[in-house]
């Protein structure tokens, strides 16, 4: 297994919305066990494809260090699509590993639905609520080409402007690593 460099706010690859995957061949095996390693390696419990620079309609997620979710096993979500969210909306607080050190408060609908497959491109539904939908809806961002940055509001934004050109411009300390570069994406 290989720890993967992790993409950073900044990369156009996290601006773009991520391809299909059509076949789960034995590279695609690989990428999803070194996408475990990096995510465990940086303490996080979500990891999209392309925040290691693939172009994969791909993520993961292992919320077993959870308080409540120590059941839930690891899991992997290709070509994922959400088909329900509720009207009802709360606000949660999230982090991104693409975006270090900083968390705010992010509006999302609270109970979704998502239609899913799994590495053996099996035809998958799950419902989920609270942390586990929030999660879901995070990682499927990251697939859209979304961050949660652009989901605060205008003034959270600009108290977090220097913080996220330092990381752009990769002026702070990393406690895993990361791309050197911007655009950065990996040969698969
Ligand atoms: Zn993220």
Redesign the pocket.
Known sequence: MTLLPITLIGDKILRRKASAVKEVDVKTIELIRDMFETMRNANGI???AN?VGADKSIFIIDISVIEGYEELKPMVFINPKITYRSEKKVFIE??????PDIRAEVERPETIKMDYQDTDLKELTIEAKDLLARLLQ??YD?LQGV??TDLISDEMKKKLKRNLSNIKQRNIEFQYPVTEHADYQMQL
Do not use: P, T, Y
């Not at 999230?94 to 975006?99: D, F, K, N, Q, R």
């Open positions: 979500g990891l999209a925040q999230e982090g991104c590993l693409s975006i995070h990682e990251h961050l949660f």
